[in-house]
């Protein structure tokens, strides 16, 4: 067993994180206009992924530039819906607004939510969280297929990496570009990094018929999980935050 | 061409961040300057040859040291500068192909950088001529075999005409005939005072190319 494997053996069960991550994503999606209940679920999201362990450091290194994009983006949001009190105001054009900042922070916090429900898979190794898939009968070939692409994310980044680093190489000075020349250089990135990807996906698929993937109707695995009583009490503590979530979703009561 | 152009690394030391695979592997060269017209640098797997060939064209930054061309340090240059006077030639050549056409991959660059359509394709069409590389002008550029897709990356490093060319494993995928012909248009290239860097295990081609060699070890040059 490796290492990251025989840590997951700690870990809830996988089966309770799927279930955690689409009842914090889908109120994510579901919750408007209320920016509390969105603070509030965001501050559960940060407390599960605390206790599932996930490396925020390293998530920050990883998604640094990615926030300060969601958080550019925010701001354009705030400015774009001005609506209550006028907090800025330019020549006229009202550039902060408490509605604005509103509903940029919900946007934020949207996002936010999203990135920290996928975070806590990063704590589980691939063969863990496959085996997770194929137990709640998701079908194993789109279970493994979802794994591959996850493993080829990084491989894809290095690529564009180093395609634009090649381009630059042939005397091509990116910020000396008009933006319309600038945008013809992104397709000519763009391009062989997909035909590269359908090439690796070619190549593995090949391997993997090698290998007789599939060669057997039913698949046996040596490693099989089982939920333990904390992940059922876990699993019932999820069902009891979505009952309250809808209750005051439908009802809408205002606990905030 | 018209001075002879100057590479020089000094005091050079490098290492690769934690987040990479090599994170074991250190480099440090106190003075390399490429002499004559050719140098090769030889030496076994993993022993930072390549790592030497990208700090020489600038696509990693030394830790400490610096790189000099023609005796200016290039720390603050952009990269498509840096192409202007330094070609470089990747181990992996689908890494630096980036149009479906071979007669495009080598006439786009060109364009971006503002030579007029008629002129670009002209030298494009030269270029394929002197690879052998004019029957495929049309065909798809990804599925070409290993060794079409290195003469084409190749030809392609050769649109800019930079000053000095570092080539990694130039010869892979090349058979017997076309390896002479490679040879025969760096040794043209080095008839016009452009240098070579060549990092190759191919001992018979870097004695075709009667080229100053270097020995890597260890991430040192051993013979300094």
Redesign the interface.
């Given at each position: 067993m490796t290492r990251k494997l025989q840590r997951t053996v700690r870990l809830p069960d996988p089966r309770v994180v799927f279930a955690l991550a689409f009842v914090l994503s889908s109120f994510a999606v579901v919750i408007r206009g209320n920016l509390w209940l969105m603070i509030g679920l965001m501050a559960v999201s940060l407390l599960c992924a605390v206790c599932i362990g996930v490396d925020f450091r390293q998530m920050w290194r990883r998604l640094r530039r990615l926030l300060q994009l969601l958080l550019i983006v925010s701001i354009l949001r705030s400015v774009f819906a001005p609506s209550g009190t006028i907090l800025l105001e330019l020549w006229g054009v009202q550039i902060l607004t408490v509605g604005g900042i509103q509903i940029g922070a919900l946007v934020l916090l949207r996002l936010g939510l999203f990135i920290t429900s996928g975070a806590m898979f990063t704590c589980y190794s691939v063969r863990v969280l496959i085996q997770g898939m194929v137990q709640i009968k998701m079908p194993y070939e789109l279970a493994y297929m979802v794994s591959v692409g996850v493993r080829f994310i990084p491989q894809l980044a290095e690529e564009l990496k180093d395609s634009l680093t090649a381009l630059q190489l042939r005397g091509v000075v990116i910020e000396e570009l008009k933006l319309k020349k600038k945008l013809s250089l992104y397709t000519y990135l763009i391009l062989p990094v997909i035909v590269s990807s359908m090439q690796n996906a070619k190549e593995l698929a090949m391997s993997m018929e090698m290998r007789a993937f599939r060669a057997e109707r039913n698949r046996t695995s040596f490693y099989a999980l089982s939920l333990k009583p904390s992940d059922i009490v876990m699993l019932c503590g999820i069902l009891a935050f979505t009952i309250l979530m809808g209750v005051i979703l439908i009802v809408g009561v205002d606990i905030f | 061409m018209d001075e002879r152009f100057t590479l020089e690394l000094r005091d050079i030391s490098f290492s690769y961040p934690a987040?990479e695979r090599r994170q074991n592997f250190s480099l440090a060269v106190k003075h390399f300057v490429p002499s004559g017209q050719c140098t090769a640098i030889m030496g076994e797997n993993g022993s930072g040859k390549t790592t030497l060939g990208k700090l020489a064209?600038g696509?990693l930054r030394p830790d400490a040291g610096c790189v000099l061309y023609d005796g200016e340090d290039i720390a603050g240059w952009?990269?498509?500068?840096?192409?202007?006077q330094?070609?470089?030639l990747?181990q992996e050549p689908?890494?630096?192909?980036?149009?479906?056409r071979p007669l495009e991959e080598l006439s786009?660059?060109q364009k971006?950088?503002g030579v007029p359509q008629d002129e670009a394709e002209d030298k494009a069409t030269e270029l394929l001529r002197q690879f052998e590389l004019e029957h495929i002008k049309d065909n798809t550029t990804?599925t070409l075999s290993r060794g079409e897709k290195q003469r084409l990356a190749i030809a392609?490093?050769m649109?800019?005409q930079?000053r000095f060319f570092v080539l990694d494993e130039p010869t892979t995928g090349l058979d017997k005939r076309r390896r002479g012909i490679l040879a025969e248009t760096l040794h043209s290239l080095m008839s016009k005072n452009v240098g070579i860097l060549l990092i190759s295990h191919d001992c018979a081609f870097v004695d075709e190319m009667q080229a100053d060699i270097r020995i890597m070890d260890g991430g040192g040059l051993v013979d300094a």
């Open positions: - | 987040r064209a696509l952009k990269l498509g500068q840096i192409g202007r330094v070609g470089y990747f689908s890494r630096q192909l980036f149009t479906p786009f660059a971006l950088r990804y392609a490093a649109v800019a930079p």
